[in-house]
C-alpha cells in the first residue's frame, strides 16, 4: 500500500473550552517532525465571561509529513512568577488529525492528572489542499506599503545640505559630533528604505510566481513536475507570512530586526531557483516527450508490420461446458503455475475436445478481475479450412504480445527497427524477435505470460519440422514468465517430435496425451454431463412439440445418456455429433439406431459407425426421394474442395435449377455446419477424415482424384465471388 504523504496546514485553533479557571494567559505548542510552532500568548476569558472565543492563527505548514508521523499539541498557561503550566497535552499520528471522519470533531487534551481525563477541548481547522492554502494566503496579503517613503524628503534633503554642513562642521567639534550621530540615523533609515523596497520586490516576485504556476494546469498533472511544484507552494505559504510578520512591525522592530533584509534576499534568491529549475524540468521534459512520441511511432510501426492480415471473432470459439474437462484443465492450470522454462504439448486424436480445451484455457487466462493484466500472451488456431499459413507463426506472437505489455512493445519494436523482419529461419525469427527482448523486460514471473498454439496438425506438414523443433524447445529458462502450450493430433511429425524430446535427458517439454486411458476415464463422466445437458434442451422442444415428456420418458428408461456416453471412447465430437443427430429428429427411431448399433472396438471405430448412422438415417427416413444420395455425395464432395463455401455458392455448383442446398443442409444437420458469417463447412476435422477413407465411409466415399471432383474444384475456384482465406489468430 502506498505511503500518505498528502500535503497538510494547520489554518487556526479555537479553544472550545477548558477546566481551568485560575489562568490569564495561555498558549499553544505544536510540533510534528521537524516542524515546531509556538502561538503568542493571548488573555483568556470563559465564554461564560465573554462571547469572544480564543483563537489561533497558526498558519503552520506541516508539509508532506507521513500520516504515521506523531504530532503533538500542548496548551500553557503563561505565569509570571511561577513559570508556565501545562494545561492538556495530546499525541496522535498526523493523518488521524487530519481524516475527513474528524473535521468537525473535538480534539481533547488531556491533563496530567492519574488516570489521565480531558482537560481541553480543541476544534482544528486545516487544509489538505495546497493550492487553495496558497491562493487564500496570496490573495489576503496586502501588498506592503513603503512606511520610510516620508522620510525620503529629508534624506534627500541632507543630501543636498551636506557638503554645507561639511564645512561648519569641520571647524565646529560639537557640531561634527552631533552629525556623526544624524549621519548614523539616516544610513539607518537609508538601509531600512532599502529593506522596505526589497519586501516590496519579494511581494510582486511571490504574486508573478503563483499567477504563472496556477496557470501551468497541464505540466501541474505531470509526475515529473510534481516535486517541483510543491516546493513552489511550500515557499510561497512561508513567503506570504513572511511578508505578513513584515507588515504587523513597526518601524522601530523592524529596524531592531536587520535581518528582514537577508531573509528578503534569501526568499527571492529561492523564488529565482524554483523557477529555474521548472524551465529546466520543462525543457528536460519536453526532450523526454518527443523521444517518447518518437518510441511511441516505432512501437506503432513495428506493430503494424507484425500484425496479421486479419483477426475473427473470439466468439466463434467453442468452450467446454462448465464442469467438464476439470482434471484436465487443472493439469494445464498447474503446469503453467510450476514451468520454469520447456512447453507443454496436449495431444489427442481428432475429436477429444482440444481445440475447446485451448479456448477454455484461453477464456481463463484472459480474465483480468484483479487489476493485473491478462495472462494470455497469444492465442493462435489453425484450421485446415480457414487459415494454415505457419509462416507468420512468430511474427503473430510477437505481434500479440506488443498489444499486451507496453514494456515488451518497446522491446520487440527495438529488435525489428535494428534486425528488420527479413530472417527466413524460424528458429533464428524465435530468437531475435521473442527470446532476445523478452529476456530485456523485467516482468513478474509469478503471473506468467501463456502463448497457445492449437491445431498444427492441420498445416502443411511438410513445414511443421523446423517449427516443432522450435516450440519444442519453448521460451527456455532464462524466461521464467514464459509459458509455450502446443495443442494437435499426434501426426507423424509431432510424433517425431515427441520421441526426441523425451530421449534428451533435459528436455523439459510436457505431453498430456488425451487418448492415455487416464484421461479417457476421466472423460466418461463429463461426456455424459454434457449429454445429459444437450438432452435437457431437446427435451424442451419436443414438450413444446408434442405436448407431453414421451420423448424424454423413453430416453430415460433406456438410459441412454450412460450408455451413449460409454460409447463415445472419450470422443467429445462423438457426444455434439450423437446430439445433434436428434436434435434435429427427436424421435424413437433414431434414438434406437443409436442404441443398437454394434459397440465400438476403439475411438476410430465409434467415429465411423456414428457418421454411418447418421448419413443412412437421413437416407432411410426420406425412402420416397430416390435421389438424397447423390445429392448428399454432391454437397460433401464441394465442401471437401472447398475452403469456404456459401449456401449461395452451392446453389450456383450442385443446384441451379432447383435451389434446394438448405434442404439437404438441414438432412445433414448433425455431419455439417453453417456458421454465423453464413459459411457452411464439415462439422468436424474427424468427418474429412472419414470421407477420404474408402474402408470407412464405404458408399460415402469421394474420391479427390476422380475426374468429377477435378471437374468441381475448377468451377468453384473459377467463381468471382469465391474467398478462399480468412485468420485463426485471437
Keep these: 500500500m502506498a505511503e500518505d504523504t498528502r500535503f497538510r496546514f494547520i489554518e487556526d485553533v479555537e479553544l472550545q473550552w477548558l477546566l481551568f479557571t485560575d489562568v490569564a494567559r495561555i498558549y499553544l505548542t505544536v510540533a510534528a517532525g521537524d516542524v515546531s510552532h509556538t502561538t503568542n500568548p493571548v488573555k483568556y476569558r470563559a465564554y461564560f465571561h465573554s462571547e469572544s472565543k480564543t483563537i489561533w492563527s497558526p498558519q503552520l505548514n506541516l508539509g508532506h509529513l507521513d500520516a504515521s508521523t506523531t504530532v503533538t499539541l500542548k496548551l500553557y498557561s ?25 473535521k468537525d470533531e473535538p480534539l481533547l487534551l488531556l491533563g496530567r492528572a492519574s488516570p489521565a481525563v480531558p482537560t481541553v477541548s480543541l476544534k482544528i481547522v486545516y487544509s489538505s489542499d495546497p493550492q487553495e492554502v496558497v491562493r487564500d494566503l496570496v490573495n489576503n496579503v496586502s501588498r506592503p506599503k513603503a512606511p520610510l517613503a516620508k522620510y525620503s524628503k529629508i534624506l534627500d534633503g541632507v543630501v543636498a545640505i551636506k557638503e554645507t554642513i561639511d564645512l561648519v562642521t ?48 497541464f505540466l501541474k498533472c505531470l509526475v515529473v513536475f510534481r516535486p517541483i511544484y510543491d516546493s ?61 512520441q518518437d518510441k511511441l511511432t516505432q512501437i506503432k510501426e513495428a506493430k503494424d508490420s507484425l500484425k ?23 493439469s494445464m492450470e498447474d503446469w503453467i503455475l510450476k514451468c520454469n522454462g520447456g512447453s507443454l504439448w496436449c495431444t489427442g ?38 487459415y494454415t499459413d ?45 527470446r532476445e527482448p523478452l529476456a530485456s523486460v523485467q516482468l513478474d514471473k509469478r503471473r506468467p505470460i501463456v502463448i497457445i498454439v492449437d491445431g498444427l496438425d492441420e498445416c502443411d506438414v511438410t513445414k511443421l519440422e523446423d517449427i516443432l523443433k522450435v516450440l519444442a524447445e519453448g521460451f527456455g529458462p532464462n524466461l521464467p514468465f514464459m509459458r509455450l502450450i502446443v495443442s494437435c493430433r499426434p501426426i507423424d511429425c509431432v510424433s517425431r517430435t515427441l520421441l526426441r524430446a523425451r530421449a534428451q535427458s533435459n528436455s523439459k517439454l510436457v505431453n498430456i496425451c488425451l487418448d492415455d486411458k487416464l484421461y479417457r ?28 415428456d414421451e420423448f424424454r420418458n423413453l430416453c430415460e428408461s433406456l438410459q441412454a445418456a450412460e450408455k451413449l456416453s460409454c460409447r463415445a471412447e472419450g470422443l467429445f465430437i462423438w457426444a455434439a455429433t450423437v446430439c445433434k443427430f436428434l436434435a434435429i429428429y427427436p424421435f424413437e427411431s433414431r434414438i434406437q439406431q443409436l442404441l443398437e448399433a454394434v459397440a465400438p472396438k476403439n475411438a476410430l471405430h465409434a467415429m465411423t459407425s456414428l457418421y454411418l448412422t447418421a448419413l443412412r438415417a437421413v437416407v432411410s427416413e426420406d425412402p420416397q426421394d430416390t435421389d438424397i444420395t447423390s445429392y448428399i455425395r454432391a454437397v460433401l464432395g464441394a465442401l471437401i474442395v472447398a475452403t469456404v463455401i456459401t449456401v449461395e455458392i452451392l446453389n450456383d455448383l450442385v443446384f441451379p435449377n432447383d435451389r434446394s442446398a438448405n434442404l439437404i443442409l438441414a438432412k445433414l444437420g448433425s455431419v455439417v455446419h453453417t456458421n454465423q458469417q453464413g459459411y457452411i463447412h464439415l462439422v468436424h476435422q474427424s468427418f474429412y477424415d472419414f470421407l477420404k477413407d474408402r474402408d470407412r465411409c464405404e458408399e460415402w466415399y469421394i474420391d479427390p482424384a476422380s475426374e468429377e471432383q477435378r471437374d468441381l474444384e475448377e468451377r468453384i475456384n473459377s467463381l468471382p465471388h469465391y474467398n478462399t482465406r480468412s485468420s485463426g489468430v485471437f
Excluded at 503563561?78 to 474528524?102: C, E, H, T, Y
Excluded at 571647524?171 to 532599502?194: C, E, H, T, Y
Excluded at 471473432?313 to 464442469?323: A, H, M, T
Excluded at 461426456?527 to 413444446?544: D, G, N, V
Design 521 to 548: 476415464d476421466q472423460a466418461v463422466d463429463d461426456i455424459q454431463l454434457y449429454i445429459r445437458h444437450r438432452f435437457s434442451e431437446i427435451y424442451s422442444f419436443t414438450r413444446l412439440r408434442d405436448g407431453t
Design 390 to 434: 505457419t509462416s507468420q507463426l512468430v511474427s503473430t506472437i510477437a505481434y500479440s504480445l506488443c498489444v499486451l505489455d507496453e514494456g515488451i512493445a518497446g522491446a520487440i519494436s527495438e529488435a525489428v527497427r535494428i534486425r528488420g523482419l527479413s530472417v527466413s529461419e524460424t528458429q533464428d525469427k524465435f530468437r531475435i524477435l521473442l
Design 170 to 217: 569641520e571647524f565646529n567639534p560639537v557640531a561634527k559630533m552631533a552629525w556623526v550621530i544624524i549621519s548614523m540615523g539616516v544610513d539607518i533609515l537609508r538601509k531600512q528604505k532599502d529593506a522596505d523596497e526589497l519586501i516590496v520586490e519579494l511581494y510582486e516576485t511571490m504574486l508573478l510566481s503563483h499567477k504563472e504556476a496556477s496557470g501551468d494546469e
Design 308 to 330: 496479421p492480415s486479419s483477426i475473427p471473432d473470439p466468439e466463434l470459439l467453442n468452450f467446454c461446458l462448465d464442469g467438464t474437462r476439470e482434471q484436465v484443465l487443472k
Design 78 to 102: 503563561s505565569r509570571k512568577i511561577l513559570g508556565r503550566k501545562l494545561l492538556g497535552s495530546a499525541q496522535l499520528p498526523v493523518g488521524d488529525m487530519f481524516a475527513p471522519n474528524q
Design 349 to 386: 486424436m481428432a475429436g477429444m475436445g482440444k481445440s475447446s480445451l485451448m479456448a477454455t484455457l484461453c477464456k481463463r487466462l484472459g480474465v483480468n478481475s484483479d487489476g493485473n493484466r491478462s495472462q494470455l500472451g497469444c492465442f493462435i488456431r489453425y484450421d485446415r479450412k480457414t
Design 232 to 292: 513552489l507552494l511550500d515557499h510561497t505559504i512561508a513567503c506570504a507570512q513572511f511578508i505578513e510578520n513584515c507588515a504587523k512591525k513597526n518601524l522601530i522592530n523592524r529596524i531592531a530586526k536587520g535581518h528582514f533584509t537577508k531573509e528578503s534576499k534569501k526568499m527571492q534568491e529561492r523564488f529565482h531557483e524554483i523557477d529555474e529549475k521548472l524551465a529546466w524540468s520543462v525543457t528536460k521534459g519536453s526532450y523526454k516527450l518527443i523521444a517518447d
